[in-house]
């Protein structure tokens, strides 16, 4: 595939006179709301809408089942003073941190060092994606076997001579249960990153290569100085979508642990799902997800400012 | 990328969008079909459901009756999506009466008193399953089965190491005591994968150490949760953790499953196993030997209580749509279901499924039955000591609670009393919504 | 994990071979990845009764049959085909809405881009439990519900806005200089866009259809609630079929999960092709 290459003037098409102007600046304006009416359609169907209704819902006492009745700010007032929400929000938080620094520093380093091999590099990334490619209750029946306390990796360890894991149970400790859960889904989860960050890293233009080589630097100065701001974009964007899932996180959760042992591994969303399906308090589960979508915008917000105070162009 | 490239891909994309429209004749409901949406323990089971049941009405019947089938763990959430959607199907399934209850309170389903007369069930069904389905004095559900908690043990295992099957707390004592010498777990127990297994403890170990008589007493008001019995009962669990004689602790407590602790009587590795007698046909299929198994009536686990307490349970409770256009033909499929008792044995003969609660005699258990099932069933109406399951009698809310914050218990992270006190309190409320059901009352009372 | 890189080595010449820590690196993280898919082929080949003596170790007899009877029980045959056209229809639609859209976002002339930006990810953070129930009484309203075309419409919705914020991030680092030029030369938007800029960051648009591919055809919570109909049920929900009452037959499971992944990594080694080429003739190359 070649792409015309530029001509730096064009005379035909000099400066358009100043009414051509602004008849193309808005006829470009109504191409663009025309390419994103299809996102906009399909958002305001399905989420803008029911996201809408489950707003209004916050203020209700809804069961799902009988008319809904308006409590004013009752739920709120309730979910900020519950220790079961609070305990969540912390659990939320802890996860967080986990899958901002593990799971985003494997996917770069192992997609920067993909990237510098030319053999194998096809077999390596598909590799490393396949976890990704299996569903939440596959990865969690594999793990939840080698995670078993009884003939699981800890036993089989021990039998070579690593004898501490043994015994340890991995799912039914209350200390080791996040932890725990939070090691599956970056199992599953980390190759996913390392094929986006690859994809970045791929279009990062060899010749910033080139020079720095000749000038004698070595993969990790490669690394800082040229990779990272190269994909930068990517980057914070992963970072962003990391955030708001961490607090979205619901699945891997709900099939291993269901939110325990006693609440150990408890999210919001899980407090959420039970509040709404178990016991039937669907206006108080809606503030739950409320503060969840809170929480989200006020990060968004902050990025936002901060690329603005940054002039990031990202 | 090329231009044969893209044009291909150009086709595949309009070729994949034209197969998902013309495709999809998904299963638009056209309202001259009865829905019913099932739940089954296995597949053997769904197929003889569909035989005996909805090919069979649908020979005779007039609108025939289309059976979509879910999933026992997610039919609950489904069927609750669906009636407050406006969805839902004509028979509206529930996992026992109370759960019903709170569709007839919220009007999504009709009272069936005058299809109660037109089919005769006041007086085929048993009087207190009839009574507890029930909401303001109208018939809100039909029970479709019904069945028990019993204590379930390997017969040589016990055989191997001289035990019989305990019928006071001090001989359960004895054998879990000797059953951990021996290196086994005294008692299955665990809630991986399905939270609400800790109720199956919980109802055998309330009926079995508080009894009947209290539990009657708690649930019409007349006492309290926080009252000692209850106090004891749960102290009485909390020591069998402390001991690790329940699922081998409190850690592997999260991490057992039904099929582990079942597995677990097969292999001999666990001694006793308190559940419900829905698990007859899968222990027929875990053992080896499907005669190894056998079933006890629940230990008394206090002075206050008579060995061989049997707490009721219904399973299953149908109602009917508010909105349904079908409702003549949903009341004729609900009584093809329970009215004869001759098909319902045969479904439980092929299936091991627990039968509706009929009176049934002795003689009309089809032969190919398993005896322990027969057993079962003329056991349950011939004795007195009968008590209260704590899904079909509790009201929901408590019920929720009772399983959520028993976890705590387990960790040790709250004390008995105070997991008490909160049970009281969502009891509490219900009770003075006017939610609760009506628990029969005990013999001896009247 | 962390890892520690060696100290900058002496100057190369320009064409070096990795250096054995690397290897070493992309080794041990390659056990981390495959290891415990040995235990999950294994465990497809176990009794279920075996996987709860013995939980990672080989089998003791291979039963092939797990694979015969999870594809019977959990009717696999149809419910590939019907994954197979679901995430199809997702990828397609969502890889069309997304790229539009950052296009939009990034070229043409949006107004308040970092509106759009927010409005994007925080409706991608609504949590999806509490939609079922409206989105439910309004999807049958409108006649989608229980359809495969009303699953789909739900898909593009919900994958759609990390899509184009993935594709925005792929052209917000592309020069304006191409497509300047081009549309100088007269080219209309849609031209240029489906012969410019879609071949420039065919990559990404090609990462953003896969990954919502993918997520469509894992999906559970949505499929179930949508689609009630077994016989337009994808292949997501059939491992769930292998319910016995409340417990899970584990080896069944994985042995419907081993038939339901092997056709996607066969679709994702057929695409590498596609990845690479793209990268190796096109490009920026100046």
């Given amino acids: 595939m070649t792409i015309t290459s530029p001509t730096s003037t064009r005379a035909g098409a000099a400066a358009p006179a100043r009414r051509r102007g602004s008849a193309l600046r808005r006829r470009r304006r109504l191409i663009a709301w025309a390419f994103v009416a299809p996102l906009l359609l399909v958002n305001l169907l399905v989420i803008t809408g029911p996201g809408t209704a489950s707003i209004l819902l916050s203020f209700t006492d809804w069961d799902g089942l009988n008319s809904p009745s308006f409590v004013g700010l009752a739920n709120y007032a309730e979910l900020f003073t519950s220790a079961a929400v609070l305990n969540a929000l912390w659990h939320n938080v802890i996860w967080t941190a986990f899958f901002l620094v593990v799971p985003m520093a494997m996917g770069l380093v192992g997609a920067f060092l993909l990237s510098r091999l030319r053999r194998g590099q096809m077999l390596f990334r598909v590799l490393f994606f396949i976890p990704y490619v299996l569903a939440t209750v596959i990865s969690a029946a594999i793990w939840r076997q080698i995670m078993d306390p009884d003939g699981g990796i800890g036993d089989a360890l021990a039998t070579i001579g690593i004898p501490f894991l043994a015994d340890v149970n991995f799912l039914g400790n209350p200390s080791l249960a996040l932890g725990s859960v939070a090691f599956v889904n970056t199992w599953q989860w980390w190759g996913f990153l390392l094929v986006i960050f690859l994809a970045a890293m791929q279009a990062v233009d060899p010749s910033l290569y080139e020079a720095a080589k000749l000038d004698g630097a070595g993969p990790v100065r490669e690394f800082w100085s040229i990779t990272l701001p190269a994909i930068r974009p990517t980057f914070v964007f992963l970072a962003l979508m990391t955030i708001i899932w961490s607090f979205l996180v619901f699945d891997y959760i709900y099939v291993l642990t269901q939110g325990g042992p006693a609440g150990s591994t408890d999210v919001l969303s899980t407090v959420l799902y039970r509040e709404a399906f178990e016991n039937r308090r669907q206006g108080y589960a809606s503030a739950v997800a409320m503060l969840l979508t809170s929480i989200s915008a006020i990060t968004v917000i902050g990025y936002l400012v901060l690329r603005r105070k940054l002039k990031w162009d990202v | 990328m090329n231009r044969t490239t893209r044009i291909l891909a150009a086709v595949g994309a309009v070729a994949a969008t034209a197969l998902a429209l013309t495709a999809c004749t998904g299963g638009g409901r056209s309202s001259s079909d009865l829905t019913y949406w099932g739940a089954f323990y296995s597949p053997d089971t769904e197929k003889a459901f569909q035989e005996i049941f909805v090919d069979g009405y649908n020979g005779a019947a007039q609108t025939p009756v289309k059976m979509e089938v879910k999933e026992l763990t997610t039919i609950g959430k489904l069927t609750d999506t669906a009636v407050a959607a406006g969805q839902a199907p004509d028979v509206i399934y529930a996992d026992g009466p109370s759960s019903a209850s709170d569709f007839a309170r919220a009007g999504r389903t009709i009272a069936l008193d005058e299809y109660a007369q037109k089919y005769d069930w006041q007086d085929k069904l048993l009087p207190w399953a009839y009574e507890l389905s029930k909401v303001d004095d109208k018939l809100s559900s039909v029970p479709t089965g019904y069945g028990s908690m019993v204590l379930y043990y390997n017969k040589s295992v016990f055989a191997e190491h001289g035990w019989t099957a305990p019928t006071t707390l001090s001989e359960f004592e004895t054998v879990a005591a000797s059953a951990a010498a021996a290196g086994l777990v005294p008692l299955g127990g665990g809630n991986a994968g399905y939270q609400g297994m800790s109720e199956w403890l919980l109802t055998a170990v309330l009926n079995a150490a508080v009894g009947p008589d209290k539990l009657y007493d708690v649930l019409t008001g007349d006492a309290s949760f926080t009252d000692p019995e209850f106090v004891g009962a749960i102290d009485l669990v909390k020591s069998w953790i402390d001991q690790g004689w329940l699922a081998g602790g409190s850690e592997s407590y999260f991490t057992t499953d039904d099929t582990a602790n079942i597995t677990g009587l097969a292999n001999g590795t666990t001694a006793m196993y308190m559940s419900g007698t829905w698990a007859f046909n899968s222990m027929s299929q875990v053992f080896e030997d499907p005669e190894d198994w056998a079933w006890a009536p629940l230990p008394s686990l206090s002075d206050a209580v008579q060995p061989g307490v049997y707490p009721l349970a219904i399973g299953t409770a149908l109602s009917i749509n508010t909105e349904s256009k079908n409702a003549d033909a949903a009341a004729s499929f609900i009584d093809y279901l329970v009215g004869d008792a001759d098909r319902a044995l045969e479904y439980t003969a092929r299936t091991g499924e627990n039968p509706p609660p009929l009176a049934i005699t002795a003689d009309q258990f089809p032969a190919e039955i398993d005896k322990r099932t027969v057993e079962l069933y003329t056991a349950i109406p011939e004795t007195t000591n009968v008590g209260y399951a704590t899904w079909t009698f509790f009201p929901p809310k408590t019920d929720a609670y009772l399983i959520s914050e028993f976890d705590k218990v387990v960790t040790g992270d709250v004390t008995s009393a105070a997991y008490l006190e909160g049970l009281q309190q969502a009891f509490q409320k219900e009770h003075d919504a006017g939610s609760t059901l009506t628990p029969f009352t005990p013999a001896g009372r009247e | ?286």
Avoid: C
Avoid at chain 3, 7 to 12: G, L, S, T
Avoid at chain 3, 260 to 269: E, G, H, N
């Fill in chain 3, 1 to 286: 994990m962390s890892t520690a890189m060696p100290a900058v080595a002496p100057a190369r010449r320009t064409r070096r071979r990795p250096r054995l820590i690397t290897w070493l690196i992309v080794g041990l993280l390659s056990v981390y990845a495959v290891g415990p898919l040995f235990v999950f082929a294994s465990n497809s080949l176990k009794s279920s009764r075996e996987i709860a003596s013995n939980p990672i170790g080989l089998p003791q007899n291979w039963n092939w049959e797990n694979f015969v009877t999870a594809w019977e029980q959990a009717r696999m045959g149809g419910a590939l085909l019907n994954s197979a056209i679901i995430a199809v229809a997702t990828a397609v639609g969502v890889a069309l809405i997304a790229s539009m859209a950052a296009y939009a976002m990034t070229r043409l002339d949006l107004p308040a881009k970092g509106g759009w930006i927010l409005w994007l990810l925080v409706s991608s953070s609504l949590p999806l439990q509490l939609f079922l129930v409206p989105l439910v009484a309004w999807w049958s309203f409108l006649g989608l519900y229980n359809e495969r075309i009303g699953l789909i419409i739900i898909y593009w919705a919900v994958f759609s806005p990390f899509a184009t914020l993935l594709i925005r991030s792929f052209l917000v680092s592309l020069p304006v200089e191409f497509e300047e030029a081009a549309r100088l030369d007269g080219a209309g938007e849609l031209r240029l866009f489906f012969r410019v800029i879609v071949p420039m960051i065919w990559p990404g648009i090609l990462t953003a259809a896969l990954v919502a591919g993918l997520q469509a055809y894992n999906e559970f919570m949505l499929a179930v609630t949508f689609l009630q109909d077994r016989d337009a049920m994808p292949a997501s929900l059939s491992v769930y079929a292998f319910q016995q009452g409340f417990t899970t037959d584990w080896s069944l499971v994985s042995a419907a999960g081993l038939i339901m992944a092997i056709p996607v990594v066969i679709v994702f080694l057929l695409l590498q092709r596609k990845f690479i080429e793209g990268y190796a003739s096109g490009g920026l190359a100046n």
